[in-house]
């Protein structure tokens, strides 16, 4: 450890809290003279120093004292410039240092199986998008009317690692990192007010990137790539709602009124309602795509009293619930919409477990990779006996 790191620890997370140097140095119980030194890395703080300044961060005093492994292989990119990039940076390589530690520690570590499929895609460059996205569902094990009921079990379960984190700013969704940086890795903005199916999308996106671009992975890039996000929202498209399964839906829902017709495919496939109008609009000549949106738009405020806005999602999945691969429709009842626990990824949890109960790491320890308080981890384990 050193004064540097503790000093470029400080600036980053103060800047992430949105906090002056002053303001920070009142809530630890220093002069702003003394802080200015420790942020510029001119004094090695003192024990009671360090655990003020954690308190008043609210962070655990190891994040103060651990260096912060520079992450260069990730597609970070955004629609504007986020004041949290560095921050954000900084709890992945944390987190991917944690995975791939209990991993080791554990011995369960998950082989990738991308390598092959990326090696197949490049061989099949020249196919259109949809095809290569048929191609990736059929690595998964997906069938080729098959809904993706649990998308994080889906990447869990090749060995790829999935993290979900709250950035409040809808202008970044997520961000992926390649196998030489711990990865393949995908990380999801998981904050509250964008709906679970925009994250699922997201996720479905990062994967595009990893198969598609990885030559464009540097941290250094900030600015999105038109071109490659299209092409990873329409790999993430077809990724979810398979070409033939999706007109099937749409076609037999041509009945319903617009507004109804097009929750009833979203359901099926637990996506975005944008989703579907893209899908739909995907079919018409581009200058003619937007009449899909307006229609849609019109009918469902004269449906439901107001307009959708940037980010709405009307009601997540409901009523029904389509498991069979084969065509047919059980219905049941579903107590609620999509929520939070519609996208969970828990490979890392299993793997605390396991370890905290072969006594290879400590509770405490636990609670720190999980991020969470420790009597919110003694409570978790306690659920585990059950």
Same mark, same amino acid.
Request: net charge neutral; aromatic share 6%; glycine share 4%.
């Given at each position: 450890?050193?004064?540097?790191?503790?000093?470029?620890?400080?600036?980053?997370?103060?800047?992430?809290?949105?906090?002056?140097?002053?303001? =920070?140095? *009142?809530?630890?119980?220093?002069?702003?003279?003394?802080?200015?030194?420790?942020?510029?890395?001119?004094?090695?703080?003192? @024990?009671?120093?360090?655990?003020?300044?954690?308190?008043?961060?609210? +962070?655990?005093?190891?994040?103060?004292?651990?260096?912060?492994?520079?992450?260069?292989?990730?597609?970070?990119?955004?629609?504007?410039?986020?004041?949290?990039?560095?921050?954000?940076?900084?709890?992945?390589?944390?987190? %991917?240092?944690?995975?791939?530690?209990? #991993?080791?520690?554990?011995? !369960?570590?998950?082989?990738?199986?991308?390598?092959?499929?990326?090696? !197949?895609?490049?061989?099949?460059?020249?196919?259109?998008?949809?095809?290569?996205?048929?191609?990736?569902?059929?690595?998964?094990?997906?069938?080729?009317? !098959?809904?993706?009921?649990?998308?994080?079990?889906?990447? !869990?379960?090749?060995?790829?690692? +999935?993290?979900?984190?709250?950035?409040?700013?809808?202008?970044?969704?997520?961000?992926?990192?390649?196998?030489?940086?711990?990865?393949?890795?995908?990380?999801?903005? @998981?904050?509250?007010?964008?709906?679970?199916?925009?994250?699922?999308?997201?996720?479905?996106?990062?994967?595009?990137?990893?198969?598609?671009?990885?030559?464009?992975?540097? &941290?250094?890039?900030?600015?999105?790539?038109?071109?490659?996000?299209?092409?990873? *929202?329409?790999?993430?498209? $077809?990724?979810?709602?398979?070409?033939?399964?999706?007109?099937? #839906?749409?076609? *037999?829902?041509?009945?319903?009124?617009?507004?109804?017709?097009?929750?009833?495919?979203?359901? +099926?496939?637990?996506?975005?309602?944008?989703?579907? =109008?893209?899908?739909?609009?995907?079919?018409?000549?581009?200058?003619?795509?937007?009449? +899909?949106?307006?229609?849609?738009?019109?009918?469902?405020?004269? $449906?439901?009293?107001?307009?959708? %806005?940037?980010?709405?999602?009307?009601?997540? /999945?409901?009523?029904? &619930?389509?498991?069979?691969? $084969?065509?047919?429709?059980? &219905?049941?009842?579903?107590?609620?919409?999509?929520?939070?626990?519609?996208?969970?990824?828990?490979?890392?949890?299993?793997?605390?477990?396991?370890? &905290?109960?072969? *006594? /290879?790491?400590?509770?405490?320890?636990?609670?720190?990779?999980?991020?969470?308080?420790?009597?919110?981890?003694?409570?978790?384990?306690? @659920?585990?006996?059950?």
């Amino acid at each position: 450890m050193s004064d540097h790191t503790i000093a470029a620890n400080l600036l980053r997370l103060r800047k992430n809290k949105n906090l002056t140097q002053e303001q =920070l140095a *009142d809530a630890a119980g220093l002069s702003r003279a003394a802080y200015r030194n420790l942020e510029k890395g001119r004094a090695m703080p003192r @024990t009671d120093t360090l655990k003020g300044l954690s308190r008043a961060l609210d +962070v655990p005093l190891k994040e103060l004292l651990s260096p912060v492994e520079l992450l260069s292989n990730v597609r970070f990119r955004s629609l504007k410039r986020l004041k949290s990039r560095d921050q954000v940076l900084a709890d992945v390589s944390r987190w %991917l240092r944690d995975f791939t530690e209990l #991993e080791a520690l554990t011995g !369960e570590r998950h082989e990738h199986s991308l390598q092959p499929l990326c090696r !197949e895609i490049a061989r099949q460059r020249r196919k259109h998008t949809p095809e290569i996205a048929a191609l990736a569902r059929e690595h998964f094990g997906l069938g080729a009317r !098959e809904p993706v009921h649990d998308i994080c079990g889906l990447l !869990e379960s090749r060995g790829i690692k +999935v993290y979900s984190i709250q950035v409040a700013n809808d202008a970044f969704m997520g961000l992926s990192v390649a196998e030489d940086n711990g990865g393949p890795a995908i990380i999801v903005n @998981t904050w509250e007010r964008l709906p679970v199916e925009t994250w699922i999308f997201s996720a479905a996106h990062e994967l595009a990137h990893l198969l598609l671009h990885l030559s464009a992975y540097d &941290v250094t890039e900030e600015q999105e790539d038109e071109a490659q996000e299209k092409e990873a *929202d329409q790999f993430a498209s $077809h990724f979810l709602m398979p070409e033939e399964a999706f007109r099937r #839906e749409w076609d *037999d829902a041509a009945g319903l009124p617009l507004v109804d017709r097009v929750l009833k495919v979203k359901r +099926v496939f637990r996506a975005s309602w944008r989703t579907v =109008l893209y899908r739909v609009a995907e079919g018409l000549p581009e200058d003619r795509r937007y009449v +899909v949106w307006k229609l849609f738009n019109q009918a469902y405020r004269e $449906h439901k009293g107001r307009s959708l %806005l940037k980010h709405d999602e009307p009601q997540g /999945i409901t009523e029904e &619930v389509y498991k069979d691969t $084969h065509g047919a429709r059980p &219905v049941g009842i579903e107590p609620a919409g999509m929520e939070s626990h519609d996208f969970r990824e828990d490979r890392l949890s299993l793997l605390v477990r396991r370890a &905290v109960e072969r *006594d /290879i790491i400590s509770l405490s320890r636990g609670a720190e990779i999980l991020r969470l308080p420790l009597e919110q981890m003694r409570a978790l384990a306690a @659920t585990w006996v059950a």
